[in-house]
């Protein structure tokens, strides 16, 4: 009991960092044998995420859709979600432009060869990806795990609900039970994240080895730099155009970032950036509800606007091809309106370059030559999503009067089981244990 003890006395993200940090140690030290021995532990935190998100979304989302006070409510902030969601968009691309042509990654490099498991992307039309928005069987969504079809039909439960009114109470009990029962078992499961991250990284570490990434280690600079640039100046500028502490966001978005970097997939970190936004920064769970499982979908400033503009950037340099501006303003465009219009695709990143480079007239080779690369790329591009992802609904909460400022300015780094429910040891100090009496 000691020893448990005194592991939930390290705080969350402190617990997920010594993980990250020994797992590469682990790769680093057994190299390829590493991803026989470890990888298990990682797939298996996975599949425990994947299996958590899919329920939690759907209980989550028809429960906050009756409970927003109406349908005008909810159009209202979806509309503004929907704006800073663009704009964010906007800025990530602009980064990415402005990035790749200072820092030219493409200059110089010379002999790259396509990747044989390079595959070109067919990229849907509108129409059909409106189609895929709606479910043919909402059972078979829940079970597949589209979480747009899922978002779709709970929110079109939810709006079933607010009509029928007192002849649903019961049913609108129990959906909120099933919410509460979800956020609960979502704790347990994140107590596993350490363990998780560990096998995640010394997999990848112990697979990779420096030589995949030596050719083009001028671009994988270049993407990181683009995307911390974003988090740190465009978010960072963004809060404190709203009167807010950007490190208290930091903070509070910590170990949802975490756990994107590790696991390289936003639904995966579904839960982690729910628990972030309602529990750590005090966005109304109501809100991030619909708003956050809605941001996975089609919030993708990495995959979607970054990469797409700075692989642009790439692509025309390697290949000794003058942008005009013409062309700089067609991958403006097509990284913002693409990004949503390829919601719920799989392999959103690899789909939003092969749209951008096609709608811009540019080489669609020059994504094979990344393809080897592109879970280091990944890691990086899930975490600069999954920031935004989180930092819209607290843009538009403190907009609507629908953040807790109090809950804001404590910044919890705890997304596990919190203090004194299992263990009896305090993680993050008695303001943890009010926020969770007040905000259940």
């Known amino acids: 009991m000691k020893l448990i003890s005194a592991w939930f006395r390290i705080p969350f993200w402190q617990r997920v960092a010594a993980g990250f940090v020994l797992g590469a140690l682990a790769g680093w030290w057994l190299g390829p044998a590493a991803a026989t021995w470890f990888k298990p532990l990682g797939d298996v935190y996975v599949t425990l995420i994947r299996m958590i998100a899919t329920p939690l979304v759907f209980f989550a ?37 402005g990035v790749g042509a200072v820092l030219q990654p493409g200059t110089g490099i010379s002999g790259l060869v396509v990747a044989p498991d390079y595959v070109v992307k067919q990229v849907p039309g509108p129409v059909q990806v409106l189609l895929d928005v709606v479910p043919a069987n909402p059972f078979k969504a829940l079970s597949e795990g589209k979480i747009l079809q899922v978002i779709f039909f709970a929110a079109l439960l939810g709006f079933a609900l607010v009509k029928l009114g007192e002849k649903t109470t019961r049913l609108r009990a ?53 995307c911390a640039l974003h ?77 797409p503009a700075l692989t642009a950037v790439f692509v025309a340099q390697y290949f000794g091809l003058d942008l005009s501006a013409s062309q700089y303003f067609i991958i403006l465009l097509a990284s913002v309106l693409g990004s949503f219009g390829t919601a719920g695709v799989p392999g959103t990143a690899i789909v939003m370059v092969t749209l951008v480079l096609s709608a811009a007239g540019l080489p669609l080779e020059g994504i094979g030559y990344l393809v080897a690369i592109d879970r280091v790329l990944d890691m990086m591009r899930t975490m600069t999503n999954v920031t935004g992802q989180i930092l819209v609904p607290v843009l538009v909460a403190k907009e609507t009067g629908l953040l807790d400022r109090d809950v804001y300015e404590a910044a919890s780094t705890n997304l596990g089981i919190a203090a004194g429910e299992e263990s009896g040891v305090d993680t993050d100090g008695e303001m943890d244990r009010e926020i969770d009496r007040i905000r259940p």
Request: proline fraction near 4%.
């Open 61 to 97: 989302v028809a429960t906050a859709i009756s409970s927003l006070h109406g349908q005008k409510s909810v159009a209202a902030l979806g509309g503004r979600t929907f704006a800073w969601f663009a704009v964010t968009a906007a800025l990530a691309v602009c980064i990415g432009l």
């Open 174 to 226: 129990l959906l909120g039970e099933g919410s509460e029962a979800m956020i609960q078992v979502t704790r347990f499961v994140l107590e596993f994240t350490p363990l998780g991250t560990f096998g995640l990284i010394a997999a990848l570490v112990g697979a990779y080895g420096f030589e995949k990434l030596l050719p083009l280690l001028s671009f994988v600079g270049a993407l990181y730099l683009a």
């Open 231 to 307: 988090i740190v100046f465009v978010y960072g500028g963004l809060l404190l155009a709203h009167g807010l502490n950007p490190w208290k966001f930091f903070r509070g978005a910590a170990p949802a970032m975490q756990v994107a970097f590790a696991a390289s997939s936003s639904f995966a970190a579904l839960p982690a950036s729910l628990r972030s936004a309602t529990h750590n920064l005090g966005v109304d769970k109501d809100y991030a509800a619909f708003a956050v499982p809605l941001g996975a979908s089609i919030k993708m400033d990495g995959c979607g606007a970054i990469y």
